[in-house]
Protein backbone atom coordinates (compact mmCIF):
# COMPACT_ATOMS: atom_id res chain seq x y z
CA UNK A 1 0.00 0.00 0.00
CA UNK A 2 1.30 3.19 -1.13
CA UNK A 3 0.10 6.04 0.78
CA UNK A 4 0.54 9.70 1.54
CA UNK A 5 0.49 10.46 5.34
CA UNK A 6 -0.37 14.57 5.40
CA UNK A 7 1.20 16.77 8.17
CA UNK A 8 3.28 14.81 10.36
CA UNK A 9 4.82 17.76 11.66
CA UNK A 10 3.63 20.93 12.98
CA UNK A 11 5.02 24.44 10.93
CA UNK A 12 6.59 25.06 14.05
CA UNK A 13 8.25 21.94 14.20
CA UNK A 14 8.87 21.79 10.25
CA UNK A 15 11.18 24.87 10.94
CA UNK A 16 12.51 23.87 13.78
CA UNK A 17 13.52 21.08 11.47
CA UNK A 18 14.74 22.89 8.48
CA UNK A 19 16.98 25.45 10.96
CA UNK A 20 18.62 22.87 12.63
CA UNK A 21 19.65 21.28 9.10
CA UNK A 22 21.17 24.54 8.18
CA UNK A 23 23.79 24.27 10.30
CA UNK A 24 23.88 20.35 10.27
CA UNK A 25 27.40 18.04 8.81
CA UNK A 26 27.02 16.61 5.96
CA UNK A 27 28.39 12.70 4.89
CA UNK A 28 28.13 10.52 1.97
CA UNK A 29 25.47 8.32 1.63
CA UNK A 30 26.71 5.77 0.21
CA UNK A 31 28.43 4.82 3.81
CA UNK A 32 25.03 3.51 5.07
CA UNK A 33 23.85 1.66 1.61
CA UNK A 34 24.12 -2.20 0.81
CA UNK A 35 26.53 -3.51 -1.82
CA UNK A 36 23.97 -3.00 -4.92
CA UNK A 37 22.46 0.34 -3.77
CA UNK A 38 26.07 2.03 -2.71
CA UNK A 39 26.83 2.24 -6.55
CA UNK A 40 23.40 4.04 -7.58
CA UNK A 41 23.21 6.33 -3.95
CA UNK A 42 24.80 9.39 -4.73
CA UNK A 43 23.38 11.72 -1.81
CA UNK A 44 24.42 13.22 1.53
CA UNK A 45 23.41 12.14 4.93
CA UNK A 46 23.69 13.38 8.72
CA UNK A 47 25.78 11.50 10.59
CA UNK A 48 23.73 9.47 12.92
CA UNK A 49 25.50 10.72 16.12
CA UNK A 50 25.98 14.15 16.05
CA UNK A 51 22.75 16.77 17.94
CA UNK A 52 21.18 17.92 15.06
CA UNK A 53 20.34 14.19 13.86
CA UNK A 54 19.33 13.17 17.38
CA UNK A 55 16.95 16.50 17.51
CA UNK A 56 15.61 15.97 14.15
CA UNK A 57 14.90 12.04 15.11
CA UNK A 58 13.14 13.21 18.17
CA UNK A 59 10.84 15.71 16.59
CA UNK A 60 9.70 12.84 13.88
CA UNK A 61 9.48 10.20 15.97
CA UNK A 62 7.03 12.34 18.11
CA UNK A 63 5.20 13.55 15.23
CA UNK A 64 4.82 10.01 14.25
CA UNK A 65 3.79 8.48 17.67
CA UNK A 66 1.08 11.04 18.10
CA UNK A 67 -0.33 10.59 14.03
CA UNK A 68 -3.97 8.45 14.15
CA UNK A 69 -2.76 7.60 9.88
CA UNK A 70 0.42 6.49 10.70
CA UNK A 71 -0.24 4.15 13.46
CA UNK A 72 -3.60 2.44 11.75
CA UNK A 73 -1.62 2.01 8.11
CA UNK A 74 1.68 0.84 9.52
CA UNK A 75 0.47 -0.92 12.89
CA UNK A 76 4.68 -0.43 14.38
CA UNK A 77 6.23 -2.56 15.80
CA UNK A 78 9.75 -1.07 15.64
CA UNK A 79 10.67 2.09 13.95
CA UNK A 80 14.52 2.75 12.40
CA UNK A 81 15.90 5.66 13.65
CA UNK A 82 14.90 8.50 10.81
CA UNK A 83 17.60 10.02 8.92
CA UNK A 84 18.19 12.90 6.99
CA UNK A 85 19.28 13.11 3.45
CA UNK A 86 19.77 15.79 0.67
CA UNK A 87 20.17 15.63 -3.05
CA UNK A 88 21.56 18.67 -4.84
CA UNK A 89 24.49 19.79 -6.73
CA UNK A 90 27.21 16.92 -7.60
CA UNK A 91 25.16 14.30 -5.24
CA UNK A 92 21.77 14.69 -6.44
CA UNK A 93 20.75 11.13 -7.17
CA UNK A 94 19.84 7.54 -6.22
CA UNK A 95 19.30 5.14 -9.02
CA UNK A 96 17.15 1.97 -8.63
CA UNK A 97 16.99 -0.15 -5.65
CA UNK A 98 15.13 -2.11 -3.22
CA UNK A 99 16.37 -0.96 0.38
CA UNK A 100 18.29 -3.85 2.56
CA UNK A 101 15.65 -6.27 3.92
CA UNK A 102 17.06 -6.04 7.50
CA UNK A 103 18.74 -3.11 9.47
CA UNK A 104 20.33 -2.82 12.49
CA UNK A 105 19.13 0.13 14.74
CA UNK A 106 22.33 2.19 15.19
CA UNK A 107 20.94 2.90 18.74
CA UNK A 108 20.40 -0.59 20.16
CA UNK A 109 21.62 -3.17 17.76
CA UNK A 110 17.85 -4.08 17.56
CA UNK A 111 17.12 -5.90 13.73
CA UNK A 112 14.34 -3.99 11.95
CA UNK A 113 12.47 -5.91 8.55
CA UNK A 114 12.02 -2.97 6.66
CA UNK A 115 8.09 -4.44 5.95
CA UNK A 116 7.43 -0.66 5.29
CA UNK A 117 9.62 2.49 3.90
CA UNK A 118 8.72 5.89 4.35
CA UNK A 119 10.36 9.47 3.41
CA UNK A 120 9.05 12.29 4.81
CA UNK A 121 9.43 15.60 2.92
CA UNK A 122 11.61 18.50 4.95
CA UNK A 123 12.14 21.20 1.64
CA UNK A 124 8.80 22.27 0.49
CA UNK A 125 8.47 21.04 -3.87
CA UNK A 126 9.09 24.56 -5.14
CA UNK A 127 12.29 24.97 -3.63
CA UNK A 128 13.82 22.42 -6.01
CA UNK A 129 13.67 21.01 -9.53
CA UNK A 130 13.45 17.04 -10.36
CA UNK A 131 13.58 15.04 -6.96
CA UNK A 132 10.69 12.70 -7.12
CA UNK A 133 10.37 10.04 -5.70
CA UNK A 134 9.64 7.60 -7.83
CA UNK A 135 8.08 3.91 -7.04
CA UNK A 136 7.81 1.05 -9.25
CA UNK A 137 3.95 0.12 -8.10
CA UNK A 138 2.18 -2.43 -10.00
CA UNK A 139 0.02 -0.12 -12.59
CA UNK A 140 3.46 1.63 -13.44
CA UNK A 141 5.64 3.90 -11.90
CA UNK A 142 4.62 6.52 -9.42
CA UNK A 143 5.95 9.99 -9.11
CA UNK A 144 6.03 11.03 -5.66
CA UNK A 145 6.97 14.69 -4.46
CA UNK A 146 4.97 16.22 -1.35
CA UNK A 147 4.59 19.28 0.66
CA UNK A 148 7.36 19.42 3.41
CA UNK A 149 5.73 17.79 6.76
CA UNK A 150 3.96 15.24 4.75
CA UNK A 151 5.47 11.57 4.39
CA UNK A 152 4.47 8.73 1.91
CA UNK A 153 4.95 5.31 3.31
CA UNK A 154 5.04 2.28 0.58
CA UNK A 155 6.34 -1.65 0.42
CA UNK A 156 9.69 -2.11 1.61
CA UNK A 157 9.61 -4.23 -1.79
CA UNK A 158 9.38 -2.41 -3.91
CA UNK A 159 11.80 -1.21 -7.06
CA UNK A 160 12.30 2.80 -6.68
CA UNK A 161 14.52 5.53 -7.03
CA UNK A 162 15.27 9.23 -6.82
CA UNK A 163 14.77 11.30 -9.37
CA UNK A 164 18.26 13.19 -9.86
CA UNK A 165 17.91 17.40 -8.16
CA UNK A 166 18.66 19.59 -11.22
CA UNK A 167 18.31 22.94 -8.63
CA UNK A 168 18.37 23.65 -5.17
CA UNK A 169 18.47 20.82 -2.63
CA UNK A 170 15.95 18.21 -1.81
CA UNK A 171 15.70 17.47 2.52
CA UNK A 172 14.23 14.59 3.60
CA UNK A 173 13.74 12.31 6.70
CA UNK A 174 14.19 8.56 5.59
CA UNK A 175 13.07 5.27 7.82
CA UNK A 176 12.10 1.89 7.65
CA UNK A 177 9.15 0.41 9.82
CA UNK A 178 8.76 -3.22 11.04
CA UNK A 179 5.27 -3.87 11.26
CA UNK A 180 3.37 -6.13 13.63
CA UNK A 181 1.30 -7.60 10.80
CA UNK A 182 4.19 -8.64 8.08
CA UNK A 183 1.94 -8.59 4.95
CA UNK A 184 0.94 -5.88 3.18
CA UNK A 185 -2.15 -6.73 1.85
CA UNK A 186 -3.52 -8.20 5.32
CA UNK A 187 -1.94 -4.59 6.61
CA UNK A 188 -4.86 -3.06 3.74
CA UNK A 189 -7.17 -5.28 5.12
CA UNK A 190 -7.21 -3.43 8.37
CA UNK A 191 -6.06 -0.04 7.95
CA UNK A 192 -9.71 -0.33 4.80
CA UNK A 193 -11.44 -1.56 7.84
CA UNK A 194 -10.22 0.92 10.52
CA UNK A 195 -11.03 3.68 8.19
CA UNK A 196 -14.35 2.50 7.67
CA UNK A 197 -15.35 1.98 11.30
CA UNK A 198 -14.26 5.56 11.86
CA UNK A 199 -16.78 6.95 8.91
CA UNK A 200 -19.58 4.69 10.22
CA UNK A 201 -18.89 6.11 13.74
CA UNK A 202 -18.08 9.55 12.37
CA UNK A 203 -21.50 9.40 10.29
CA UNK A 204 -24.13 7.68 13.20
CA UNK A 205 -22.39 7.52 16.37
CA UNK A 206 -21.56 4.53 17.95
CA UNK A 207 -24.39 1.22 17.16
CA UNK A 208 -24.72 -2.43 17.32
CA UNK A 209 -22.71 -3.02 14.31
CA UNK A 210 -20.09 -0.68 14.93
CA UNK A 211 -19.01 -2.19 18.11
CA UNK A 212 -19.32 -5.52 16.37
CA UNK A 213 -16.98 -4.86 13.08
CA UNK A 214 -14.68 -2.64 16.28
CA UNK A 215 -14.79 -6.42 17.29
CA UNK A 216 -14.26 -7.93 14.10
CA UNK A 217 -11.04 -5.47 13.66
CA UNK A 218 -9.38 -6.55 16.68
CA UNK A 219 -10.30 -10.01 16.34
CA UNK A 220 -8.34 -10.31 12.85
CA UNK A 221 -5.42 -7.71 14.44
CA UNK A 222 -4.99 -10.24 17.45
CA UNK A 223 -4.99 -13.20 14.72
CA UNK A 224 -2.30 -11.45 12.32
CA UNK A 225 -0.42 -9.33 14.97
CA UNK A 226 2.94 -10.73 15.96
CA UNK A 227 3.70 -8.19 19.16
NI1 LIG B 1 15.58 3.33 -0.92
Redesign the pocket.
Known amino acids: MLLQIKNVLTADELLQAQNIISDAPWVAGAESAGKQ ?1 ADVKNNQQIPHECDAARAIRNLVLRGLDRHPTFFSATLPKRVFPPRVNRYGGDTNA ?1 GN ?1 V ?1 NSIRFAPDTGLRIRTDI ?1 CTLFLAEPDQYDGGELVIQDLGGPRSIKYAAGDAVIYPGTTL ?1 QVAPVTRGYRLACFFWIESMVRADEQRRLLFDLDTTIIAMRNATGDNAATVALTGTYHNLLRMWADT
Open positions: AFHDSH
